[in-house]
């Protein structure tokens, strides 16, 4: 199946700090999502970015398909943007092609 | 944005009940629905789809007959793990797809077997 990569594993920021997230993905996708994990665990999804580039506020996403990789960008961060980063991919075709694969994740935290 | 509502929140059980987890897609209809399994500090883990009327899809290396899914109609799945141990004590989440094949989650189940 196709195998999602995510970088850093841990990322700590100073409060304001810009930041950016890395998600490799092996195959062709139909669909990448981004999500972030509260300390509750709720998902809570940030973007659908199966390609080009996508703003909301402080965020921003970036997926060069042809390349397999995408970029989560947090800008001017603040402690509520602490948890866990999802980048999760549902492959292009296929037997499992509705599925989503999660990446590790990458912990942030951002400290005052 | 579609409502994906799980319930319970937590649960705490003796080792050797079982435990039913619920999963409801609150404004649309989800033929088909997921459940994940997210251990301590990892990422989330498949463990089987769930096609509305009729059986579930597990993924390798989980036991059908421990974790019992059912999905008896468009807006509900449940999953019952049967005979639980402290081994099972984990994070479950749901998703449910909508019209657009987009995923949508629920908020997670915390399952605590003593």
């Known amino acids: 199946g196709i195998q999602v990569e995510q970088s850093p594993p841990d990322l700590i920021l100073q409060e304001g700090a810009n930041s950016t997230l890395r998600c490799n993905f092996s195959?062709?996708?139909?669909?990448l999502q981004w999500f972030h994990q509260n300390p509750w665990g709720q998902l809570i999804n940030l973007f659908y970015?199966?390609?080009g580039t996508k703003q909301n506020g402080r965020l921003s996403a970036t997926t060069v398909a042809t390349e397999r990789y995408s970029l989560l960008y947090i800008s001017s961060s603040q402690t509520t943007d602490s948890g866990v980063y999802f980048c999760?991919?549902?492959?292009?075709?296929?037997?499992?092609?509705?599925?989503?694969?999660f990446g590790k994740g990458t912990k942030l935290s951002v400290i005052p | 944005g579609a409502v994906v509502s799980q319930h319970p929140s937590w649960v705490i059980c003796k080792s050797g009940t079982s435990v039913k987890i619920e999963c409801r897609s609150l404004?649309?209809?989800?033929?088909?629905m997921f459940w994940y399994r997210q251990f301590p500090k990892q990422s989330l883990m498949l463990m089987a789809t769930?096609?509305?009327?009729?059986?579930?899809?597990?993924e390798q290396g989980v036991e059908k007959d421990k974790f019992l899914i059912n999905h008896a109609s468009l807006t509900l799945s449940t999953l019952t793990v049967t005979s639980a141990h402290p081994e099972d004590s984990s994070f479950y989440i749901c998703?449910?797809?909508?019209?657009?094949?987009?995923?949508?989650f629920g908020q997670g189940t915390r399952l605590t077997v003593v």
């Open positions: 998703s449910a797809r909508d019209v657009r094949l987009l995923p949508f």
């Open positions: 195959d062709s996708v139909n669909n």
């Open positions: 970015i199966p390609s």
């Open positions: 404004d649309f209809q989800a033929t088909t």
């Open positions: 769930s096609n509305e009327g009729s059986k579930a899809t597990y």
């Open positions: 999760a991919c549902q492959p292009l075709g296929g037997a499992g092609s509705y599925q989503l694969t």
